[in-house]
């Protein structure tokens, strides 16, 4: 597109005539509009549309129609075009000088958005965006996939949050780590490129550094921070007691644990938060226990965020809410805050969390299927926030001590980014509607139609579903065929949990990366156990 731009800047500089046919069903007024959008030098060319003739390229009457009305024969004519029978062949045949303009092939990914809606010019927009950006930057594979992902999921929702902020008056954007890495790189072009009165910032956070226990007894359940703290990924003592940060042995001077066994149930599980629920002595010690990472969290939330108006709002990607929900209830306590605080999310699991001291706005009205896989397309290149620590009078960020960014450089992290910063600054800004059809078809490709590429690429980033024991895997791993053995046949006779032979945050998400004789034998070994 630039490039062609350029082009028509060019001959019109020269004093030569630009026109513009076309055989597309929208009208004259709808293409120079989508022209204008791209370009103001085309404000002095004139379109001729097969649908307001009735008459196309591809039969030769439209050439016909523009030769009377223009007023000049086809030998003067240079005509630029990338249909070999229409803009080329046909043309050549009436005298005229044609060019046939090479068309860079698609990606899977974006011939499936476009397959799905031929008809949709606003959707032909989009896919056009991701495919000329992989030729403007000459993106390959990994870059390529950066730009894919970053034109159909990343920028509409950025973009959603741009133009809420000019609708409620919101000048401070606060994006909170890790996910809020790649969206701030986003929201920053479209600032720079609409020249906004919008000010941005990078929160350092964790469910780990933000999720403390309240000063007062009665506003403590444990019940419920358990429920919000990955329930189904709990399955031993010290996955409890880290979800209550504390150490095993601390949690054990409080319940009666049989020293031979160590995995829990979902059961026991629900039966012993219950029982800690009841117990204040418990629940007097965490609330000691927490007393000065409360104080650090609130001095580094004071220290970082304007909150003495209400034109804020912090930026999240995915979740429940619950990590938001209770540093609001902090700072709500300490009387830093007298408003709602504004919350953005793709999407929010669970709005009733929504309270006076919370907000929630959520792009995506819906329920994404494998809505985690979000995460591997906003990581940072930064390990995880434990807690803060004031030193000076200032409060720093701790972080984990882990080889996270060099596991996101081997998967190709820096390329993908490369890749999603070039769509950002290609991508034609208010120009696209109606996205969110475009965000379903893209949600549905990546988690259960993704060419090997996509597949690879995101199933090998660094990842960690709950964010405890500093345990990090990948998002799928690939399943060696012990593996395979192991989950489909061993785990049966045995009537054991699948983690105990193979843990990944998303398994169905690592069968879609066997090969096709690998499918056929874990069927297998499915016929033998059933």
């Not at 397959?115 to 993106?139: C, W």
């Not at 300490?334 to 959520?362: C, G, M, R």
Request: contains cysteine; glycine residues 4%; proline residues 3%.
């Amino acid at each position: 597109i630039p490039r062609n731009i350029d082009l028509v800047k060019q001959l019109i500089s020269e004093g030569k005539k630009v026109i513009a046919i076309s055989d597309m069903y929208h009208s004259r007024k709808t293409i120079k509009r989508m022209l204008l959008a791209a370009d103001s030098v085309f404000e002095n060319v004139d379109v001729y549309v097969s649908s307001e003739y009735s008459m196309t390229k591809g039969t030769g009457n439209l050439y016909r129609k523009v030769r009377e009305i223009e007023g000049s024969g086809f030998e003067q004519w240079q005509h630029i075009g990338d249909n070999k029978k229409g803009d080329y062949e046909l043309a050549k045949n009436f005298g005229i000088t044609a060019e046939l303009y090479p068309i860079s092939w698609r990606t899977r990914f974006e011939e499936f958005i476009l397959n799905e809606e031929l008809n949709d010019s606003f959707v032909q927009q989009q896919v056009a965006f991701a495919k000329n950006t992989r030729i403007k930057y000459n993106l390959r594979k990994v870059q390529a996939i950066g730009a894919d992902l970053a034109t159909f999921l990343l920028i509409p929702y950025v973009e959603f949050i741009i133009d809420n902020c000019m609708k409620r008056n919101i000048k401070r954007l606060y994006f909170i780590s890790r996910d809020g890495y790649v969206l701030k790189e986003i929201a920053d072009i479209i600032i720079k490129e609409k020249n906004l009165n919008i000010v941005t910032k990078y929160i350092f956070s964790s469910r780990r550094a933000w999720r403390v226990f309240p000063q007062a007894i009665e506003d403590i359940d444990l019940v419920t921070l358990i429920s919000y703290s990955n329930f189904n990924f709990i399955k031993t003592y010290d996955d409890l007691a880290d979800a209550f940060m504390i150490t095993k042995e601390e949690l054990c001077s409080y319940i009666d644990k049989k020293e031979d066994i160590d995995f829990i149930n979902p059961i026991e599980l629900y039966n012993l938060v219950k029982d800690l629920n009841q117990n204040y002595e418990f629940k007097n010690f965490i609330i000691k226990n927490n007393n000065k990472k409360r104080e650090l969290l609130e001095g580094y939330i004071k220290q970082e965020v304007d909150m003495t108006d209400e034109h804020y709002a912090f930026v999240e990607l995915d979740g429940s809410g619950y990590t938001n929900y209770i540093m609001s209830k902090v700072m709500y306590a300490k009387q830093y805050i007298h408003a709602p605080i504004k919350t953005f999310y793709y999407w929010a699991t669970d709005v009733n969390l929504a309270s006076k001291e919370l907000e929630f706005i959520s792009f995506f009205p819906s329920k994404i299927a494998v809505g985690n896989i979000l995460e591997c397309l906003c990581r940072a290149p930064h390990s995880q926030v434990v807690e803060y620590e004031k030193t000076d009078n200032i409060y720093k960020p701790v972080f984990e001590d882990s080889n996270e960014e060099e596991l996101l450089l081997a998967a190709g992290y820096q390329d993908y980014l490369y890749g999603v910063v070039c769509a950002a600054k290609l991508y034609q800004y208010g120009l696209v509607k109606n996205t969110l059809k475009v965000v379903k078809k893209a949600f549905e490709y990546i988690t259960k139609r993704p060419d090997e590429e996509v597949l690879t690429f995101l199933g090998d980033i660094p990842f960690s579903i709950t964010g405890r024991n500093g345990k990090i895997s990948t998002f799928a791993p690939a399943l060696t065929r012990t593996d395979i053995f192991n989950v489909y046949f061993l785990r049966y006779i045995a009537n054991e949990p699948i983690e105990k032979y193979f843990e990944a945050p998303y398994f169905d998400y690592c069968l879609l990366r066997l090969s096709n004789e690998d499918k056929r034998l874990f069927k297998c070994y499915e016929m033998k156990v059933n």
